[in-house]
């Protein structure tokens, strides 16, 4: 079975400035040897960011960019129910959308691939995480 990793607001980010830190994730991705997964919610924030820095047009153009990728953008709804859940367990230490986005990781067994240091030593069954600090 093909890898799969959850990516975060913060790595879609990198990801459309060209990091070098994410590209093999996103070249593995790109090839097939990896399934990218991300959440509307994170998709949604990502072009919520984007527009503040770089406009509206950037904004759209970007989303309508990873729509069309390999990445898969799942919608939230489905995983609310165990979100609630994790962010009642882990209170403050997440928000609301890094809660989805760890309960789509566990149902899916992906690695996050996360520029949030709060996700560091992070023990939850079925996930991996990766946190790809920003400089």
Do not use: N
């Amino acid at each position: 079975m093909a890898r799969r990793y959850a990516l975060d607001t913060g790595v879609l980010s990198l990801h459309v400035d060209g990091d070098p830190r994410v590209r093999p994730f996103m070249d593995e991705v790109a090839r097939g040897g990896a399934e990218g997964i991300v959440t509307d919610l994170a998709l949604t924030e990502f072009q919520y960011k984007l527009c503040q820095t770089a406009g509206r047009k950037m904004a759209e153009t970007q989303g309508k960019r990873i729509r069309s990728s390999r990445l898969r953008v799942v919608h939230s709804s489905p995983y609310l129910e165990l979100a609630w859940r994790l962010k009642c367990k882990h209170r403050s230490r997440f928000s609301l959308a890094d809660c989805v986005l760890l309960a789509v990781a566990q149902v899916h067994a992906c690695r996050i691939l996360t520029t949030d240091g709060a996700f560091a030593d992070l023990r939850e069954p079925r996930v991996s995480v990766q946190v790809l600090p920003v400089t």
